[in-house]
């Protein structure tokens, strides 16, 4: 079974900062998908990736296969970016408890 | 293009009682998956369905079923609700099986259960 940690589990960061959200699993996986969830349920697919990195507007995403381990950064931090990120390596079977990220403008 | 379409938004009902949530995926996608998301438990998966057949299921009893019809349209049951059923349960659509394709979600259908 593939155990997925993410951390840090909750950020608070100033509008403008940098943020990186880290996931680590136990198992190896060939794609790994990010999410977002904002307040009220709704789930956004922001990247999938197998390999290297991803880039879309502010956010980016990086994998490395070997090590087991994702991260995702967002630059230029805005208060619009508050919600839970969430980690899904393997096949959307398994899932990070997700990050709760809320940014102070 | 219309998205993943989840119906009831809301429900409320009795303990004992049992209940259908309904699942509308994007047009051309065959597999349906279905997750319940609770603040303790994060989100974990119920089961998929592709192509009308369930391909996997999760940790769950045989209280939580589900279908899929030859429109892709799927469906879940909780029979015999409880207390700690009561969740946000999201499905989410992909145009094929595996971990290669990307998902959408539906907006969920949150069930309170008294």
């Known amino acids: 079974k593939n155990e997925v940690e993410q951390s840090p589990q909750n950020l608070t960061a100033q509008e403008g900062e940098f943020i990186t959200i880290n996931c680590s699993y136990s198992?190896?996986?060939?794609?790994l998908h990010w999410l977002q969830q904002h307040p009220g349920g709704g789930i956004v697919s922001l990247f999938m990736l197998s390999s290297g990195k991803k880039k879309h507007g502010r956010l980016i995403a990086t994998i490395n296969i070997q090590e087991k381990h994702s991260s995702l950064h967002i630059t230029a931090s805005h208060p619009r970016d508050s919600a839970v990120y969430i980690c899904?390596?393997?096949?959307?079977?398994?899932f990070g408890k997700g990050t709760r990220l809320h940014i102070l403008p | 293009k219309a998205g993943v379409t989840q119906t009831p938004r809301y429900l409320i009902k009795t303990r004992g009682q049992q209940v259908t949530l309904s699942c509308s995926p994007i047009?051309?996608?065959?597999?349906v998956s279905w997750y319940q998301q609770t603040p303790g438990q994060g989100l974990q998966f119920l089961f998929e369905?592709?192509?009308?057949?369930?391909?996997n299921k999760g940790n769950f009893p045989g209280r939580f079923s589900g279908r899929q019809f030859s429109n892709s349209r799927s469906e879940m049951n909780v029979s015999t609700l409880e207390l700690g059923d009561s969740a946000l349960y999201l499905c989410?659509?992909?145009?094929?099986?595996?971990?290669?394709?990307?998902?959408?979600f539906g907006s969920g259908t949150r069930l309170t259960v008294v």
């Open positions: 198992v190896g996986i060939s794609a």
């Open positions: 369905y592709f192509s009308e057949t369930q391909r």
């Open positions: 989410a659509s992909s145009p094929g099986q595996g971990v290669n394709y990307g998902y959408t």
């Open positions: 899904a390596p393997d096949d959307k079977i398994i």
């Open positions: 047009s051309g996608h065959r597999s």
